[in-house]
């Protein structure tokens, strides 16, 4: 079965700096992978995916991820945070079922110091 | 336009009682998803709908849980005899068509039970 991880529940980084969540991926195939932002009390948005193609996508916000096969990674990056990106980041995998239905990580949670 | 919409927001009941939870889908999206999130367990999938049809309910922890889905639109959750462990945020998505690889998601039902 496949399965994501992300490391650390909670990322704590300071307004301005570089903000970078971590995502690994187990899947026997390269699925499709996505990042979605959960801002309190409001549903999932998806910030980017990734399908086929160019391996660096970008998303909304000035987010951006790289796929990396040999890494099975799958890392979330903004060069400067904002205080509005603060919340919790999911991380996601669609397995190869017709389906279409998605795996979700544990979440990080992220906090912007002013 | 709309987005997906969900009923109640919140939801209080009593052990052994049961409950149901409306999701109302982006208008057009034949497809359909549950999701339950909880602090033990994470996002996870129980239930997808295509059209009125179910071809994946892997996900549904007991069979106390069901859903059903009328006219390819509204969704109806339905958990009897709930159970502390129910408690949990859940969460309806919609989705397009069957090449496209967003799914929507709604403000979630914050089930309490006592």
């Known amino acids: 079965a496949q399965s994501v991880t992300q490391l650390g529940s909670h990322v704590s980084v300071s307004e301005g700096a570089l903000v970078l969540l971590r995502c690994n991926y187990s899947s026997s195939v390269p699925p499709y992978l996505f990042w979605y932002v959960q801002y309190p009390n409001q549903g999932l948005q998806l910030l980017l995916k990734y399908t086929t193609g160019a391996t660096l996508v970008k998303g909304i916000n000035g987010f951006e991820a790289e796929f990396k096969k040999s890494e099975t990674s799958f890392h979330l990056t903004k060069p400067s945070a904002h205080m509005s990106d603060a919340a919790e980041y999911f991380c996601a995998v669609r397995p190869m079922d017709s389906s279409y239905k998605l795996i979700f990580g544990s979440g990080t949670r992220l906090l912007v110091r002013p | ?114």
């Open chain 2, 1 to 114: 336009g709309a987005g997906v919409s969900q009923s109640p927001s919140n939801k209080v009941t009593e052990k052994g009682k049961d409950v149901e939870l409306r999701c109302d889908p982006i208008s057009g999206h034949t497809a359909l998803y549950w999701y339950r999130q909880s602090l033990g367990q994470g996002l996870e999938f129980l239930i997808y709908f295509q059209g009125n049809s179910a071809p994946d309910k892997s996900g549904l922890p007991s069979d106390r849980f069901s859903a059903e889905r009328t006219g390819g639109s509204v969704s109806t959750l339905t958990i009897q005899r709930t159970q502390q462990e129910d408690s949990a945020v859940y969460l309806c998505a919609s989705r397009e068509w069957a090449e496209s690889y967003e799914q929507y998601f709604g403000p979630g039902t914050r089930l309490t039970v006592t």
